[in-house]
């Protein structure tokens, strides 16, 4: 049995040159990078080397800062609870915007800071799942204090317009955050172009090590510390830096984050994907949910009408074949799947969601092997199920 890994959404492979970069910092140069003795400095080096990685995978200039946290979510947290200390207890403004189908790291800060008294405005997507970016004009007010919108999402992969929500945020000099988790390594990401003031990453997202991420933070704009205790990282954030996670992050980014890597992703990663996806489609009353244009190269949120998701899965595990029906970050809710409810859904289509997401590391034999089993996992479910044989009449699309 053939095993297929189709989650990377969820998490990626470290890259073997990534985890031949960190070892060292696991074993031998192994000083806290705070002590003044040669074990701690020598770790300098390739911290430094691993920052300029950074500043250059995003295009941020010298003087912006980047600060090393141990994931997107606390990235996340760190700017939605420092705009709240800063500009909403300390200040005059109790209004942030942000949109229906945001990542669980948005919408659970948020919701806390909802049972604070802070004023949330969740924006709508349109039929695609995309937020049409001048909707938002006419939600910001005087007492905005934050836009926090994310660069690509999660389960469908849809691209949303950063570059014009950038600059209407300019305009109105509201700050701007986006959560870019889902597009380092997918799709270009550069923050002078977007107009982006504070920008969320995850290693593991694009073959770093899990457990760290950073926070983009454009010059001029400053936050309250999630973290207090030491100096470190500038006194941003307190704690002793994992230096070999921070080394493998910026490695990963590079990789990720050039030119080449970049043209790979939008040719043979998105072949594949395709591939995959229109043999899926040929099956009846199967559907690419937000349509076939517009999104990162590597995902699918593929709905099978009369296959629940959490079986489909079932079958796909007993194949050697990992996938997910949405954020690994909710996974344990059996709820119907937010983002597909946000635009438009029917009750039974939002439990049959199943997404497939790719990487570089997939193979085509690994697809062709995927095609097969899914289609005979359709046929099995479709087969026992007590609603499929009711369903109305369609024809498969994107929708």
């Known amino acids: 049995m053939m095993e297929v890994y189709l989650d990377n959404n969820a998490t990626t492979m470290i890259d073997p040159l990534v985890f031949e970069e960190m070892k060292p910092f696991l074993t031998n140069i192994y000083g806290n990078p705070n002590s003044l003795h040669r074990f701690g400095s020598g770790t300098h080096p390739k911290m430094v080397e691993a920052l300029d990685y950074l500043y250059e995978g995003i295009n941020a200039h010298d003087n912006d800062d980047i600060i090393i946290t141990a994931n997107a979510t606390e990235a996340n947290n760190m700017v939605i609870k420092g705009i709240w200390i800063d500009k909403i207890l300390n200040g005059n403004k109790n209004h942030i915007i942000t949109t229906e189908v945001e990542h669980p790291a948005i919408t659970a800060t948020l919701k806390f800071l909802e049972s604070q008294g802070v004023s949330v405005t969740y924006l ?20 905005t204090a934050l836009v926090t919108i994310m660069w690509a999402n999660n389960e469908t992969g849809k691209i949303f317009p950063i570059e014009e929500i950038g600059l209407i945020c300019k305009e109105f000099d509201v700050p701007f955050h986006t959560d870019a988790t889902q597009a380092i390594g997918k799709i270009p990401v550069d923050v002078q172009k977007c107009n982006v003031d504070y ?9 770093g090590p899990k457990g760290i991420g950073a926070l983009y933070v454009k010059k001029g704009y400053s936050l309250t510390p999630l973290l207090h205790g030491g100096e470190q990282m500038g006194g941003h954030r307190a704690g002793t830096v994992d230096v070999a996670s921070m080394v493998g992050m910026g490695l990963a980014m590079k990789l990720a984050t050039s030119p080449e890597a970049i043209e790979y992703e939008q040719t043979f990663v998105k072949g594949l994907r395709d591939q995959l996806e229109n043999a899926i489609l040929e099956i009846s009353e199967t559907i690419v949910i937000g349509g076939a244009d517009n999104r990162t190269p590597n995902t699918s949120l593929i709905s099978i009408r009369g296959v629940e998701g959490e079986s489909m899965l079932w079958d796909l595990n007993q194949k050697g074949i990992g996938a997910s029906t949405g954020s690994a970050c909710a996974s344990e809710d059996l709820e119907a799947n937010p983002v597909m409810n946000a635009f438009g859904s029917d009750s039974e289509l939002a439990h049959t969601g199943v997404r497939l997401s790719l990487s570089r590391f997939n193979t085509q034999e690994e697809i062709d092997y995927a095609i097969d089993v899914i289609k005979t996992a359709i046929a099995r479910l479709r087969n026992i199920s007590s609603s499929f044989a009711y369903a109305p009449e369609s024809h498969n699309s994107q929708l």
């Open 199 to 207: 920008l969320s990453i995850s290693a593991h997202k694009f073959h």
């Open 124 to 143: 709508p997507v349109n039929d695609e799942g995309v937020l049409e970016a001048h909707t938002l004009r006419k939600y910001i007010k005087d007492e």
